[in-house]
């Protein structure tokens, strides 16, 4: 395995590394070619996010081959959208590999991998994460795993969309309540349920339209576009069943409030 960038960077300070070989070392940790992939193994450290490896259209052992070099050279790994059949050949696979921990969730299509022990930074604060609807559980669940995987607490709400606009007031209500920072909406259909938060709350809101609906605007496109056109302050949008993307925003900044929290 090539060494970290902070060992590195103190062989260099202690005189027992030369810049070349350092500078070497460095490019050496940027990617690790595997031949049906180039790898990002060194994103944690280079950004404080782990690389997600976007499962759907890989193969089971094309995922094995993937996974197993993110533990040898980082200790974990981030799948998203893996199969039900996919994953419980990755389980099998990665059962004789060695002295990982490794778990599936179903719900959310996400598959995890890490080695035991590996140390997972716990953060002060929590993302609230709301659903419009029951059917847009799915994305939120992606949201969730990945959010708790990272050291986050969250809080799930499910099924308050604006066609009983009270649910949306006791939602708001309980967000409030229990201090979260940040919350991601999800929504379906015309997807004005992140609107309708932001207007509400003090907190940034993270949009994520979801697939959910039929007929004119159909496979998450009115929903994105009016969350789009939202005149809420404070509301930002990532793209249709982007459960990733909005958990990956909201762990930043948990992050960047604990980061500030430590300096004082």
């Given at each position: 395995m090539s060494l970290r960038i902070r060992d590195i960077l103190e062989k260099v300070k202690k005189g027992e590394l030369e810049v070349n070989v350092a500078e070497k070392e460095?490019?050496?940790?940027?990617?690790?070619?595997?031949?049906?992939?180039?790898?990002?193994?060194?994103?944690?450290?280079?950004?404080?996010?782990?690389?997600?490896?976007?499962?759907?259209?890989?193969?089971?052992?094309?995922?094995?081959?993937?996974?197993?070099?993110?533990?040898?050279?980082?200790?974990?790994?981030?799948?998203?959208?893996?199969a039900q059949g996919v994953a419980d050949t990755l389980l099998l696979k990665l059962k004789d590999l060695g002295d990982y921990e490794v778990k599936y969730e179903p719900k959310a299509r996400v598959f995890i991998?890490?080695?035991?022990?590996?140390?997972?930074?716990?953060?002060?604060?929590?993302?609230?994460?709301?659903?419009?609807?029951?059917?847009?559980?799915?994305?939120?669940?992606?949201?969730?795993?990945?959010?708790?995987?990272?050291g986050c607490q969250t809080l799930l709400i499910a099924d308050v969309g604006i066609a009983g606009l009270q649910r949306v007031i006791m939602a708001a209500r309980r967000l409030i309540e229990e201090d979260v920072d940040v919350v991601i909406a999800v929504a379906g259909m015309e997807g004005a349920l992140p609107s309708v938060l932001a207007s509400i709350l003090d907190i940034p809101v993270i949009g994520v339209p979801t697939s959910v609906g039929y007929g004119f605007g159909a496979r998450g496109e009115a929903a994105l576009m009016n969350m789009l056109q939202s005149c809420s302050l404070g509301l930002t949008v990532v793209n249709?069943?982007?459960?990733?993307?909005?958990?990956?925003?909201?762990?930043?900044?948990?992050?960047?409030?604990?980061?500030?929290?430590?300096?004082?």
């Open positions: 460095l490019r050496l940790l940027a990617v690790k070619d595997i031949e049906i992939a180039l790898l990002d193994v060194s994103r944690e450290v280079r950004r404080g996010v782990p690389e997600i490896v976007f499962g759907e259209g890989k193969s089971a052992d094309q995922l094995y081959e993937i996974v197993r070099t993110f533990l040898d050279e980082v200790g974990r790994v981030i799948v998203s959208r893996v991998a890490k080695k035991r022990g590996f140390e997972n930074v716990k953060l002060i604060g929590r993302v609230g994460i709301v659903t419009a609807g029951t059917a847009d559980l799915q994305v939120a669940e992606e949201a969730k795993i990945i959010l708790e995987e990272l249709i069943d982007n459960g990733v993307a909005a958990a990956i925003a909201a762990y930043l900044v948990l992050r960047k409030i604990n980061e500030r929290g430590k300096k004082g």
